[in-house]
C-alpha cells in the first residue's frame, strides 16, 4: 500500500497494513470467523465544516473478500500536536483512550449510540482507531431534527448529573470551554493591529469592538461561573458532522474534546457551529436557540434531573461566549490567511471573501454579543 497523504499534508505509513490485519478486520465486521480479504481499496474522508483541528486524518477502507461479498470499516489516525499534555483542551490521544478503555460501550438510554471499534493501536507517533462505517441517512437537517439531538444531548448530560458514577481519567478534558481561553490572549492583545485590515474590519464587526474588548476583559467571570455549575460528562462537540441517523438510532462520533462541564455546555457546539452553515439570519439563530434549549430541557428532566434550568441556561450562555472568543481568532485566521480562501468558499458555498466576512460578523452578533449580554444578565452583572 502507498503512503496515504492526510488533510494536514502528513503522511501516513499505511503500508503497515497488511492483507492478514485486514482479514481479522474483517472477520469482527461480518462476523464470518473465515473471511479472507482479497483486495481492498483506501480513500481519505473530508470531515466537511468543522473538521477535526488538526492530527487527525481519515480513510474509509472498502474490502472484497475471497468468497464474495464485501465490507467497509473505518480507520481514524491520530497525531501529537506540539507542547500539549493529557488535559490541553485538545489532547491528541483523548480520543483513542476513550476507546481503548471502552468508556462509551453503553451510553445513557434514550441518548447516542456509538460506532463499534474494532480495533486500537498505539504506535507512538501516531494512533489508529478501526471503527465501524456508519452512513448517514438523516440528509438536511431541520429545526425538529436539532430538537432531537438537544433533547438527546440532555438526556446524555442528565444521567451523570442525576448519580451515575463520572469518569474519573486524567486524559478527559476539564472544562473544555474555559480551557480554550487562555491560547486567545495573542490574538485580542493584537486586536487594534488587526482592526487595521479591511478584512477583519467587516467580520468582527468592527462597531462592536469595544465590547468585544470588554468581554475579553470578562472572560474569568464566565469561565468561574462553568466551574461551578454541578458536573456532567460532555461530548463538547455534537453539531450536524458528528451525529450520524441509522434509521431511528443516532450515533455520536469525534469524541476528541470530551470531558467534564457543567449541563448546557453540551448545547453550544450544537447551535454555534450550526450557525455559519448557509442560510443564517439572527431570525434563525433565536428560533434554534429557542428550540434547541427547550428540548435539550426536556431530555434532562426525562433523565431524571429536577435542578434549576437557569443553571443549565448559565452553561450554555457563558460557554457559548467564550466560545464566541474562541471564534473572534477563527474567523479572523481564516479571513487572513490567503492559502485558506478556497476552502473558506467552499465552505460557505459563497465566492465572495468579504461577503463571508460579513457573515461572520453576523454571526458574531448574536454567538458573541447577545450571548455575553444574557451570561451577564444571568450573573446578576
Not at 51 to 58: D, N
Not at 163 to 172: I, N, S, T, V
Amino acid at each position: 500500500m502507498p503512503l496515504q497523504a492526510d488533510t494536514n499534508g502528513r503522511r501516513d505509513d499505511t503500508s503497515r497494513i497488511s492483507k492478514a490485519t485486514l482479514s481479522e478486520l474483517a472477520r469482527i465486521v461480518t462476523g464470518d470467523g473465515s473471511a479472507v480479504v482479497s483486495s481492498w481499496k483506501c480513500a481519505p474522508v473530508r470531515g466537511g465544516f468543522g473538521g477535526a483541528i488538526g492530527g487527525t486524518a481519515l480513510y474509509r477502507y472498502a474490502l472484497a473478500l475471497e468468497r464474495g461479498g464485501a465490507a467497509t470499516l473505518i480507520l481514524k489516525v491520530l497525531h501529537p500536536h506540539p507542547g500539549e499534555t493529557e488535559r490541553s483542551p485538545y489532547y491528541w490521544k483523548r480520543e483513542y483512550e476513550i476507546a481503548r478503555a471502552g468508556l462509551l460501550a453503553d451510553l445513557p438510554a434514550g441518548s447516542f449510540l456509538m460506532p463499534r471499534i474494532y480495533m486500537v493501536e498505539d504506535y507512538g507517533e501516531s494512533c489508529w482507531i478501526w471503527m465501524e462505517d456508519i452512513a448517514d441517512g438523516k440528509g438536511d437537517w431541520h429545526l425538529e431534527v436539532f430538537a432531537d439531538v438537544a433533547e438527546r444531548l440532555g438526556r446524555f448530560n442528565g444521567a451523570w448529573l442525576c448519580g451515575a458514577d463520572l469518569p474519573r481519567a486524567a486524559w478527559l478534558s476539564q472544562s473544555w470551554h474555559a480551557a480554550i481561553a487562555p491560547a486567545l490572549a495573542d490574538c485580542f492583545k493584537r486586536l487594534d493591529e488587526l482592526l487595521e485590515r479591511p478584512l477583519v474590519q467587516l467580520a468582527l464587526p468592527c462597531e462592536a469592538a469595544e465590547e468585544i474588548k470588554a468581554i475579553w476583559r470578562e472572560r474569568e467571570i464566565f469561565r468561574r461561573a462553568l466551574a461551578q455549575l454541578p458536573r456532567t460528562f460532555c461530548h463538547f462537540d455534537a453539531f450536524r458532522r458528528n451525529v450520524l441517523y441509522r434509521g431511528q438510532a443516532a450515533y455520536l462520533i469525534d469524541w476528541a474534546l470530551a470531558g467534564i462541564g457543567g449541563p448546557g455546555e453540551d448545547l453550544v457546539s450544537l447551535v454555534a457551529v450550526s450557525l455559519y452553515y448557509a442560510g443564517y439570519t439572527q431570525a434563525y439563530a433565536r428560533e434554534l436557540d429557542d428550540v434547541v434549549f427547550a428540548a435539550y430541557l426536556r431530555g434532562l428532566r426525562d433523565a431524571g434531573w429536577r435542578g434549576d434550568r437557569r443553571l443549565a441556561r448559565i452553561g450554555y450562555a457563558c460557554g457559548m461566549t467564550l466560545r464566541g472568543l474562541a471564534g473572534v481568532k477563527q474567523d479572523i485566521g481564516q479571513l487572513l490567511r490567503d492559502s485558506d480562501h478556497d476552502e473558506v468558499r467552499a465552505t460557505h458555498d459563497m465566492d465572495s471573501i468579504e461577503d463571508i466576512a460579513r457573515l461572520f460578523a453576523d454571526i458574531r452578533r448574536f454567538r458573541l454579543l447577545e450571548m455575553a449580554r444574557e451570561a451577564r444578565s444571568l450573573l446578576g452583572l
